[in-house]
């Protein structure tokens, strides 16, 4: 899909792959294969995306890429 207008200089590509947005269970279960917990992922999980009040989801690339730039999934998790 892309745009493009004469006259404006409006142009614009497809946007960046980032994977489907993923619920904290479906991290700990698919990413994580059970080794750390839904409320592990919540608390200790950079870049969460509020989708309202209480949901908060997930890019799956976004997740994968700061998990191999050096996020520390150990039980006491964080940025080393």
């Not at 949901?55 to 994968?64: L, Y």
């Not at 050096?70 to 039980?75: K, L, N, Q």
């Amino acid at each position: 899909m892309s745009i493009s207008r004469r006259g404006n200089g409006l142009s614009r590509g497809l946007p960046p792959n980032r994977g489907r947005l993923m619920t904290a269970q479906e991290i700990a279960a698919e990413i994580f294969r059970g080794h750390r917990s839904a409320e592990w992922v919540r608390r200790n999980l950079p870049n969460k995306k509020r989708m309202g009040h209480s949901t908060v989801m997930w890019w799956e690339n976004e997740v994968i890429k700061s998990i191999d730039l050096g996020f520390d999934h150990s039980p006491q998790g964080g940025v080393r």
